[in-house]
């Protein structure tokens, strides 16, 4: 960021002797503006439009398509009526607590945005210990539930807030043991130093470049997933059980702010996963032009990041909820044991091959295609004998 | 050192539940998330239709009968024709019985897809509910051509059906059946061979085959357990006897015998069977009329009858006492989810909470069953 | 074996504790002494021969002068069924309990006592199970008036079509 902002100084923008501080705290300003307010608050709300369009193209409905073309507005249609409804504070409820917790719930939410590494010069704050600055932020997550289940008053809000504490803690040791390989392997936790040391074609991502690697980045993507409430884990908030978990008794905006913050956590899973195992922004040097490449870059990384949220979504529909005794044994059993195994094997490899092996980056690669192109004749096929013509239409 | 005191939670599962089949309310006792017991509380949807049955006669109570199970409407209905017409010595017409199978047989079919969507969604799965809904669409539709109504029928008189099927019925239940048995198979693999609807379901609620005849579980809860019973074959009513079918036992083979994997499988099969029986009775249906003459102020003769029929739920017992005027003196309704209420409080013992929502949609309870 | 056959074998065992064998066409049965019931079922259930290992249904009718208990009992080995009755007065009504013999017999022992007022001696948890807790009265009963309200809320309530008379 700061690299960009002194080109666009030396570029002479800003006259012959501009104040640097005063001209970084603008830059940062305006970008930190727009990654919020354009970015993270509404992806929040957007995604919710786009999960239920999913869910119901995958459940063979319509879903929402009224509101606005292709029912686009929804979000924004929901966020209205939720401000609209009366703030209910139970009355025997700890009212700042339970005020609280959605704020909390939400900044473990906003807060990794600024080390979201969009394109190589588009990072808010390079931090050089950006994923670790990332696992301890999403944290918070835990601290806000916790409130929120017992503030409530209400002995079914407090099952869902101690499951959700006990699980997202739970989760917490895979998916940082799952981030150990990938700092073996490059040397450095910041971000773009992550990114830099992987390359834009799919061989030189960390995903591919060994076998442990491939199933750490399996690990963490399901980790994250349970960290992030979603199903198959989503226990705290299993709907037939609990109503709404730890957020009963929340209503209106307080109630929308734990799933926006939910929603919002995708892309963040989704950023994760990509910065540390598919290859972050990295795409071919085609052009020199700065702001060209920046631009191609920052579409690759959504691309990347907007995929994994579209299957996180695709799991949410297809598999049903895990029960609270199968997720801990799940975690404790079997997750901690692999993740640490992992850990050791690319230590193994890091130490006889310093600089990556390119054969094991293109056997792996080529493994994932093969699974890939499996998968899709099933698709394909189960495609052909349903004769839906009429499902296939998305825009319907 | 001192243990630590840990206090037994009282929870409320309350009658307002997105998960209970209709409005059920259960006193949960639990220690954490295990649960010591879960006392049912019944009763908030009883509307005594058994006194109303004394009020308005024995046609009149036709309308009544659906709303017993208003999933399986047409299994009450021909449960009260059959008591009126062997109280009243009522034979009907044999188009009248298949036309009765018929409809029967596609109740069955939608409030199994009913019930193994429901329970796909208690466990977490979104989507199985609204693929099972498509197709329960698709029969009420057919339905709702044959009488007018599609959830609660009244298609079924005392004497045999209200209306004859309409032209080009036959050929559109056909190509339905055609459409309904790949995607039955396709429900089939979509639960067995996922591990985490095997986790959840195998081993839990397991009830052996003497807890199941003790406590008087019918239809796919003791089929599950082993136990190979079904009205239709053994003791057998209607046209039944016509049909070539199989009845579906329960295997074990994901967990212990008569746990709730069983139980959903048993349904399973049993919407295959049905599909089989449909299209036998759609190609045997013989010509002729579909209602006998039965008076207007039917008065049976003085005396008391019991009959059971095989409804989605299990066997359904209708026990009737007439005592010779136009009005029944006693009617009572003996449903297989009752009797499923009375084991649950014992099955819960020891199980999560989250079990107890698997266990009520196994077992598919159906709350104004319970309560009539 | 037939219905007449085993009341006969039943008739054998008890003698004069079994007080009539009706034969109707349609479901003959037995009545028996109340006081003699629980020995009986435990028998039809022993026995090899009788096997009655299912209560499968158990009501209660209201008679004007007595209240009858049915008994539907079933044998999933040998296939058979009959049906016991138990006579009783109206004021009063006590019958020992059968839920120690099958286990069924527990709730259907507690809808007969909430709706018809029969009183199961022996019953581990004899209370209401279709009406309120704090309901009084017996609904199914003959002779059941419904009171004008129930906690502040009234049962009575003229028909809004007489509102529309000119």
Redesign the interface.
Known sequence: MQQLVDSIIAGGAFGKNPPHDLIYVLFIFIFSAVVFLGVAFPFAGIVSWAERRV?AR????VGPNRVGPQGFVQWLADGVKNCCKEDIIPTDADAPLFKMAPYLVMLAFVVPWAVMPFSQDLILADLNVGILYFTSVTALTVVGVLMAGWASND??SL?GGI?SAAQIVSYEIPAGLSIFPVVLITGTLSMQGIIKAQGWSPNHWFMFSNPFCFIAANILFISALAEGNR??F??PE????L?AGFATEYSGMRYLFFFMAEWGNLFLIGALITTLFLGGWQFPRITDNRILINILQLVTFNAKVLFIVFFSMWIR??????????LMSLCWKYFVPISFVDMIGTAIWVAIWPYGNPVAGWILFALGVVGLVLFMRRVIYYFR?SKMELYLNPTI | MTTLRTEEMTLNMGPQHPSTHGVLRFIVRADGEVMREAIPDVGYLHRSIEKIAEKVGYHGFMPYTDRVDYVCAMFTNQGWGMASEKLGKIEVPKRGEYCRVIAAEFNRLASHLLSVGTMAMDIGAITPFTHALREREMINDLIEELCGARLTFNYMRIGGVAFDLPPGWREKALAYLDHLEPILSEYDMLISFNKIYVERLANVGVITAEEAIDYNLVGPNLRACGIKWDIRKDIPYSVYPDFDFDVPVGTGQWGKLGDSMDRYMVRIHEMVQSVKILRQALKQIPAGPVLAKVPRNFKPPAGECQIRVESARGDMGWYAVSDGSGYPWRVHVRTGSFAAMGIVQKLSRGLMIADLVTIIASLDVIAPEIDR | MESLAIYNRAKEKFGDRILEIVDKKHDPWMVVDPAALVELCQYLKDDAETAFDCLSNQSGVDYKDRIEVVYHLFSYKHRHQIVLKVKLPRDGAQVPTLENVWKSANWMEREIFDLLGVNFEGHSDMRRLLMPEDWIGHPLRKDFVEPLEYHGISTVRESPIIRLKP
């Open positions: 869910w995958i459940q063979s409905r002995k079914w099952i499951r199903t198959p989503d226990l299993a709907e037939s059980e109503v529909a297809t598999l049903p909820r895990v029960r609270i005794d199968q004998q």
